[in-house]
């Protein structure tokens, strides 16, 4: 699929990311004299965000955050911030003048009190080196190019509106979505998005790069534009927002791309890895009588019959077709012991085992361990819930290290003689067993890092939902997975709504009343029809949140269980979900990036060591000209997005930069040995902009004229999630 990129191995030390180029108008007269002083200046690859505690801003400094691109942040509700003066904003260098900030962020086109000499200073920095402004969410009005509202445009609430990026958008800073950005529209009683659409002054230098329909009209308004006036440049965004939401998501990209003009450290990429957990092996199933799971720990021993889920050969050969035609590759946590204990029981048969070796190459494989046992401290089951035995003196009774080498090791032997591909270094054991894991056991095994340091494990799988920060166990880092809430046990539709009624009722609607009692958890309003609840209400949901790690940059990948792909196959419409969805969201140039586990903890480890070597001061980057300079400490690999056809090496003597995504080339790469990355910018016109003042707009008032009587300017608002 043209969407989806299978990246089996990753180049060692280097991790290749991007973003979307913007188009460039033609400069005026103005624009270019300030070309010319930012072309001898220095410009620090650093965003300047002045916020007022509102979410669009903050939305803004956290796309930069996890981008890894420097920012500043001059909060203007804080009594002790600094002033925004000349000298704060420029000074010299060298003898050579400074430009501290490559682009502006503010909450809106004016936030300032009338007559601020801190506008004043930075109306006069963007003009003298050509640096643009975001107004991050601001009222349209004539003073930002935009005719008011209140004549012809629209202002309120626009859940569900389908915006799109208009050809000038395409051809500009959000060439990488495919056209379309739908409004989110999660709580039909929830104004969950507010906007101010309307069309661009007449006569004023503005260009429109996204729009929506006007209710009750058959126009368009803007959402999203640009504004050139008095030598200077200014993306005009005129919808509410928080980071969480698609909307913002989707245009995240293109605004920080417009705002650096695709020259600035960080970088960032749509990843997408699913793990199949308990693969070979059987999965118990739900019983919806008895509320609990037969043969696992939340049944009291003796309750019930197990009656294991365990996937087909047919299961098998759908999963292969689905991977081939979604051009998407699966990660299979497999347990031999499951293999060996069926053929056991079945005279020597296992179809299951025999279609997967056949197909192997269809799959990355994932030493899960043997046979799937519980790592940690020995459980006592003789209660629910269980707890952790404990020895004469009352310590914790653990796993021994020789049954955590039997397992990794046992497991590798059975992949050497099935002829499975198993990636060496990478472990995931069964429930992330051997980590810590609260309440029962608020540490890891003690055998954990030895064990996993003498059979040579690199990356090991966690819960993101219990320790999702990376962390060093012996000789392995840890790769923190997200856990998709299909549930292990449930083959059948019917098994997974009835439990996920369970779980997510009150006592008083049947349920168990976990909702109720557990922090951070919902319940339902009612309980989900057996019949419309998996497809109405829990696939929706999990393709949304699934997606949202996606659309975050969030490298983790997600886990489902083999019991998912078997019998009514109940975690293909989630995955197919979040492809199709992807797919229409995204141009070409934007594909999902498939990694192996290995590869998607080396690029968390090199995330961590260039945050924090952003947050010690010990970065600094800039450029003069069509030269970038970028110094990072020594072994931490150098983040950044740059146009394409950026070469390294003074004058581009040196190979091609980056790898393309998103219309623009990224990477890390390290510096060389004098600490120093130097990149060559490709030949580029000067930075847009006009000074043609706007004219009145037809049948509106001039510009520069108060806010209509009656027209309130209502503070930004979206539902936090």
């Given at each position: ?8 191995v990753l ?21 270019a ?23 669009a ?8 955050a ?16 600094p ?19 490559q ?14 000499a801190?506008?004043?200073?930075l ?25 008011y509202?209140v ?13 799109e990026?208009?050809a000038?958008g395409?051809?500009?800073p ?13 709580a ?9 659409l309307?069309k661009?002054?007449a ?6 790069y ?11 308004g803007?959402l ?21 939401q ?6 995240a ?6 705002m ?6 960080g ?9 199949v ?12 009588v ?17 009656d ?15 991977s081939?035609?979604?051009?998407f590759?699966?990660?299979m ?5 499951g ?9 020597g048969?296992?179809?299951?085992a ?26 006592d ?5 269980w ?11 653990w796993?021994?290290r ?25 472990l ?5 067993s ?25 990356w ?13 166990v ?13 549930f ?8 997974q709504v ?22 951070g958890?919902?319940?339902l ?9 998996y497809?109405?209400?829990i ?26 792909l ?30 192996p ?17 952003l947050?010690a ?21 150098v983040a ?18 980056g ?11 390290a510096?060389?040995?004098d ?14 902009a006009?000074?043609a003042?706007?004219?009145p ?5 001039p ?15 979206a539902?936090?999630?």
């Open positions: 699929m043209k969407r989806s990129l299978r990246t089996a180049t060692s030390g280097v991790l290749l990311l991007g973003a979307g180029i913007p188009a460039a108008p033609a400069a005026s007269a103005a624009t004299a300030a070309a010319g002083a930012a072309q001898d200046a220095r410009v620090d690859l650093r965003v300047l965000v002045v916020a007022d505690g509102g979410p801003t903050a939305a803004i400094a956290a796309e930069l996890a981008a890894g691109t420097p920012y500043t942040l001059v909060d203007l509700g804080r009594a002790n911030r002033v925004i003066d000349g000298a704060f904003l420029a000074d010299t260098v060298d003898g050579r003048p400074r430009a501290r900030f682009a502006v962020v503010l909450p809106n086109d004016e936030p300032f009190p009338a007559g601020s801190e506008m004043a200073a109306v006069a920095y963007q003009k003298t080196y050509g640096v643009p402004q975001v107004d991050a969410y601001t009222y349209a009005r004539p003073q930002n190019g935009l005719q509202p004549y012809g445009g629209y202002l309120g609430p626009v859940d569900g509106v389908r915006a990026v208009t000038a395409k051809a500009g959000f060439g990488y979505l495919d056209g379309a950005v739908p409004f989110e529209d999660n039909p009683d929830v104004n969950e998005s507010y906007a101010f309307s661009p002054v006569g004023a230098d503005f260009t429109p996204v729009e929506a329909p006007i209710p009750g009209r058959a126009d368009r803007v999203v534009g640009e504004y050139r006036h008095d030598g200077r440049r200014e993306l005009v965004v005129t919808f509410a927002y928080n980071q969480h698609r909307q913002f998501r989707l245009l990209r293109g605004i920080v791309d417009w650096t003009g695709s020259v600035r450290l970088s960032s990429r749509h990843h997408f890895a699913v793990h957990d308990d693969v070979l092996a059987a999965d118990d199933r739900w019983d919806p008895l509320n609990c799971t037969p043969g696992d720990v939340d049944c009291a021993p003796g309750t019930g019959t197990p294991p889920i365990r996937m087909t050969a047919d299961d098998v050969a759908y999963a292969v077709d689905w081939r035609r979604r051009g590759t699966l990660d946590a497999f347990n031999g012991g293999s060996v204990e069926h053929r056991e029981e079945h005279g048969a296992d179809p299951t025999d279609r997967l070796v056949a197909d192997r190459t269809a799959f990355r494989w994932i030493n899960h361990t043997y046979d799937h046992p519980y790592l940690g401290c020995e459980q089951v003789s209660s629910v819930p707890k952790c035995a404990v020895n004469a003196d009352g310590t914790t009774k796993v021994s020789a049954e955590l080498d039997h397992q990794i090791a046992d497991n590798r032997r059975f992949a050497e003689q099935a002829g499975l591909p198993l990636r060496e270094g990478e995931v054991t069964g429930e992330h051997g980590l810590k894991l609260l309440p029962q056991q608020p540490e890891d095994n003690p055998h954990l890092a030895p064990s996993l340091t003498a059979n040579g494990i690199s090991l799988g966690a819960d993101n939902s219990r320790d999702p920060g990376q962390r060093r012996g000789s392995a880092l840890t790769v923190a997975r997200h856990p998709v809430n299909i292990y046990n449930a083959g059948r539709v019917a098994e009835d439990e996920y009624n369970w779980i997510y009722t009150s006592r008083a609607q049947g349920g168990s009343g976990l909702c109720e009692t557990l922090p958890t919902t319940c309003d009612a309980p989900l029809d057996s019949a419309t609840g497809r109405d209400h696939v929706p949901l999990e393709t949304r949140t699934a997606l949202g790690h996606v659309l975050s940059g969030d490298p983790k990948p997600h886990f489902v269980h083999q019991s998912n078997a019998e009514d196959r109940i975690g293909y419409p989630v995955l197919d979900g979040v492809l199709d969805a992807y797919e229409g969201l995204f141009a070409a140039d934007t594909p999902l990036v498939n990694l586990m290995s590869a998607v903890g080396a690029e968390l480890r090199d995330r961590a060591a260039w945050d924090a070597a947050a001061g010990e970065v600094t980057a800039y450029r003069i000209g069509d030269t970038v300079t970028v110094r990072a400490p020594e072994g931490v690999p950044a997005t740059m146009p394409a056809g950026t070469r390294t090496g003074t004058g581009g003597q040196g190979p091609a930069f790898e393309p995504y998103a219309g623009t080339v990224s990477g890390r790469t510096p060389g040995q600490g120093a990355l130097v990149l060559t910018l490709p030949d580029a016109p000067a930075p847009p006009a000074d003042p706007a004219a707009a037809e049948g509106g008032p510009p520069h004229t108060p806010v209509p009587a009656g027209v309130a300017r209502p503070a930004p608002f539902a936090e999630r």
